[in-house]
């Protein structure tokens, strides 16, 4: 009987063998080798070199930009001058003259009266003998009363644009015009 208490342990010990052998277990496998970094002369490939295709020119040029005439530019409002005398109200303006266009913002600074003065606008132009037609393309305006004026689109002007020193007078007549100094 001795030899009864050590068959348990035996058992035990020889079902433990059995369950922690690789037999048992469900295999696992080895993670894969890392390779090795190859030289970096071996990694490049050579690239070929991309093919060339024509282009076809256009069947039409391209539309050329007129010369530059000796009024466009861009402008800031040196003076206003009404019936003859230059107007003591401080004016600020710009103005902008294209090929084509000219664009207008003018505006009393501080008016006494209370009321505010401007003219805006965008106006297609083209020379006329010695004057220049202009078409309001839109615009607005000021009246008498400080009210706002649309202006007619379509409406022609006639105005005269003289090349001074420094600048441009757009006058409306001989004792009324805007003098413009170029900025640009």
């Known amino acids: 009987m001795s030899s009864s208490p050590r ?3 035996l058992l035990a010990g020889l079902c433990a063998g059995v369950f922690a052998s690789p037999l048992w277990q469900d295999p696992v496998p080895p993670p894969p080798p890392v390779p090795a970094p190859a030289p970096a002369e071996a990694t490049a490939e050579p690239v070929a070199e991309p093919a060339t295709v024509p282009v076809p020119k256009p069947a039409k040029p391209p539309l050329s930009t007129p010369a530059r005439g000796p009024t466009e ?3 800031a409002l040196r003076r206003r001058v009404s019936d003859g005398l230059v107007d003591a109200a401080a004016c600020s303006g710009y103005m902008a003259i294209t090929n084509r266009h000219l664009f207008l913002c003018v505006a009393e600074d501080s008016p006494a009266s209370g009321r505010v003065l401007f003219r805006a606008g965008v106006r297609s132009w083209r020379p006329e003998k010695d004057r220049v037609r202009t078409t309001i393309l839109n615009g607005w305006l000021t009246d008498a009363d400080g009210g706002i004026v649309v ?4 409406h022609e002007e006639l105005r005269k644009i003289v090349l001074v020193k420094g600048g441009v007078q757009v ?3 001989e004792r009324n015009w805007l003098e413009f100094e170029r900025i640009e």
């Open 171 to 173: 006058k409306q007549d």
């Open 7 to 9: 068959w348990p342990s």
């Open 73 to 75: 530019g861009v402008y």
């Open 151 to 154: 202006e007619r689109a379509g």
